[in-house]
C-alpha cells in the first residue's frame, strides 16, 4: 500500500512569489491535514480537508489557502511569500480525521530567500 | 498559546536504561492523546495513543500513562535503544476537532 506522497520534495522561492505543494493521502483515506513545522515551534496545524470541504483551521492568515479533489489529493497554496513562510510542510493522511492516527508524508521543504 | 508543551527540548539516556518523555496540556477538552516519532528527513509516524478514559496504554516497550487531573501524560520507552533516537511529539484532540502538536523532545539514546 502506497504511503503519503508529497511533492515537490523541496522547494526554493523569492519572497512575494507564490507556491502550490502538493499532497497524495493514502488510497482510501479522505481525511488530508496540513501542517507547519519550525525548529521550536513543532508542527503548526494549517487545516483539515476531507471529502473535498475544509473541516477545520489553524490560525494561519489567509495567505494560505488550500483544497483539495474528488480524489482525496490535497494541494496547498502560499501567496505573497515571506521569509519566515520558510519550514517543512507535512500533510497527513487518515480514514475518517482527527481521533483516528494519521500517516504523515515526507514534507516539502521550502524555502523563502 | 501552546495548549500543548513539552518542555525538555532535549533528552539524553544511556542504552538499555527507561527513557521517559513528558508532555502537559492545558485544554480540558482534550480527550485523545498520540505520541508521533519522527526521524530526520522523514514524516512523523505514529507510535502510541491513549484515550481520556484510560490512564494507561501499553504497546511493546512504549508505555503512556495519562494523568487528566494534572494534565499530564508521559511516554516510557523501556529498555531504550539507539534507534529510539529521534524527535517524539505529544498531540492532542478535543472531540474529533483538529489535532494540536507540542513543539517535540529530541531524545538521544547513547550506546
Known amino acids: 500500500k502506497a504511503g503519503v506522497t508529497q511533492t515537490p520534495r523541496y522547494l526554493i522561492k523569492t519572497r512575494g512569489q507564490q507556491v502550490t505543494l502538493s499532497c497524495s493521502p493514502i488510497?482510501?483515506?479522505?481525511?488530508v491535514s496540513w501542517y507547519q513545522q519550525t525548529p521550536g515551534q513543532g508542527l503548526q496545524f494549517l487545516f483539515e480537508?476531507?471529502?473535498?470541504?475544509?473541516?477545520n483551521k489553524g490560525n494561519f492568515p489567509g495567505r494560505f489557502s488550500g483544497r483539495q479533489f474528488s480524489n482525496s489529493r490535497s494541494e496547498m497554496n502560499v501567496s505573497t511569500l515571506e521569509l519566515g513562510d520558510s519550514a517543512l510542510y507535512l500533510c497527513?493522511?487518515?480514514?475518517?480525521?482527527?481521533?483516528?492516527?494519521?500517516?504523515f508524508g515526507q514534507g516539502t521543504r521550502l524555502t523563502v530567500v | 498559546d501552546q495548549q500543548v508543551k513539552q518542555n525538555s527540548p532535549s533528552l539524553s539516556v544511556q542504552e538499555g536504561r527507561i527513557s521517559i518523555l513528558n508532555c502537559d496540556y492545558t485544554?480540558?477538552?482534550?480527550?485523545?492523546f498520540l505520541w508521533y516519532k519522527k526521524y530526520p528527513a522523514e514524516g512523523p509516524t505514529f507510535l502510541i495513543s491513549?484515550?481520556?478514559?484510560?490512564d494507561k496504554n501499553e504497546d511493546g516497550r512504549f508505555t503512556v500513562f495519562l494523568n487528566k487531573s494534572a494534565k499530564h501524560l508521559s511516554l516510557h520507552i523501556v529498555p531504550s535503544q539507539p534507534g529510539d533516537s529521534a524527535v517524539y511529539f505529544c498531540?492532542?484532540?478535543?472531540?474529533?476537532?483538529?489535532?494540536?502538536f507540542g513543539p517535540g523532545t529530541s531524545l538521544s539514546v547513547i550506546p
Open positions: 485544554n480540558s477538552m482534550f480527550d485523545y
Open positions: 498531540a492532542a484532540i478535543a472531540s474529533y476537532d483538529k489535532v494540536i
Open positions: 491513549i484515550s481520556s478514559i484510560k
Open positions: 480537508y476531507f471529502s473535498e470541504t475544509q473541516r
Open positions: 497527513a493522511s487518515s480514514p475518517q480525521g482527527a481521533g483516528t492516527e494519521a500517516f
Open positions: 488510497s482510501g483515506h479522505r481525511s
